[in-house]
C-alpha cells in the first residue's frame, strides 16, 4: 500500500479526482466513510481544492484525511436549509463573474458572495463580463457599477470574449495561482475559462431570452490547469447564496467601506441601523458608501433573523 497527500480537483458526488500539484497526473479517488458522517450540516465533506492524505493498493485510491483548509468559499444551501455546501477550497483568489443585463446583475447576491470572501480571507476580484453586448447602451451604469465596487475596494476587471479585452490582464494575474470563478448561470464563466485557454473545454450554455436568465450548464466543481499557468476551478452556476457562520452583530465587519467608518460611531458596538451619532450611515448619506452595499447590508441583517 502506498500513501501520500494531493489536491481534489474535481468532485463527481462520491468519488473524486485528484492530482499531487503542481503536477497534473490525474487518479481517482474514494471518500472513507467515516469523514462522509464527520460533516453533518455540511453537503460535501470533501471539496475541490481540499488537500487530502490518501491510500492506494491494487483495490483503488481512498481518502483517508482532509488537511487543514487555508480559507473555502461557502454557501447555505437553499433559503430555508441549515446545512452548508462548500464551493471550493484553498483559493489564492475568487473572480465573481457578473453582467449588467443578460442576466441582469442582483446586488445582493454579489454582495452576500463578498461578504463570504471576506468572512474567509478569500481575495476577490470583480469580473464585469458581456461588456461588448451593452457598453454602448449603459455607459453610465457601467460607470456606476464600477464606483460602488471600486471605493469599496475591489478590483473591477470589464471583459468581452469576442473582443478579447480583459482576458490577457485575467490570464497573467491566474498565473501560479488557484483562481475560483464563480457566479450565477449565465454569465459567461465557461466562456471566460476558454478564452483563458482555448484547449478546455467546460460546458457553454445559452441564456433563456423569455427570463434573461441562464440555464445551469456546469454540473459539476472542477478544476483545470491553464496552459499559460496557474490553475482555474470552474463552480456551478449559483441562483441562491445564504450567509454561514456570520453572526447579525459581525457582518458589517465584512463590508470593507462600512469597517473603515465604523471606528467614528458614538456607540459601540453600533448596527448602523438606529443609533444616533453612527458614522456609518452619516457615510452613506455624505455618498462616501453607497445607498446599494448599505441596502445589501440592511437585507443581510433581515435575512439572518430566518435562521433563528
Known sequence: MRSGEATVVKNAGSHYLLSELPAWELFPAVLRGKIRLK????????AVGDRVRYQADDDGCVISEILPRRNYLIRRSTNLSRQAHIIAANIDRAYVIVSLYFPEVKLPFLDRILVTCELYGIPATIVLSKTDMYRGLAPEEIAHFRSIYEAAGY???????????GIEEIRE???GRVNLFSGES???????????DPSLDPKIGAISTAHLQGRHTTSLYEMYPLASGG??????GIRGFGLVDVQKEEIARY??????????????P??????????VKDAVDRGLISPERYNSYLGMLEEDKKFR
Do not use: Q, W, Y
Not at 39 to 46: D, F
Not at 186 to 196: E, N, P, R, T, W
Open 173 to 175: 494575474a491566474c498565473k
Open 155 to 165: 478590483p473591477v476587471i470589464e471583459t468581452s470574449v469576442p473582443g478579447g479585452e
Open 39 to 46: 460533516a453533518s450540516e455540511i453537503t460535501n465533506p470533501v
Open 270 to 279: 453600533c448596527t448602523h441601523t438606529h443609533e444616533p451619532g453612527c458614522a
Open 231 to 236: 490553475f482555474v476551478i470552474d463552480s456551478p
Open 255 to 268: 463590508f470593507p467601506e462600512m469597517l473603515r467608518e465604523a471606528d467614528g460611531c458614538r456607540f459601540i
Open 186 to 196: 449565465g454569465v459567461g464563466k465557461s466562456s471566460l475559462i476558454k478564452a483563458l
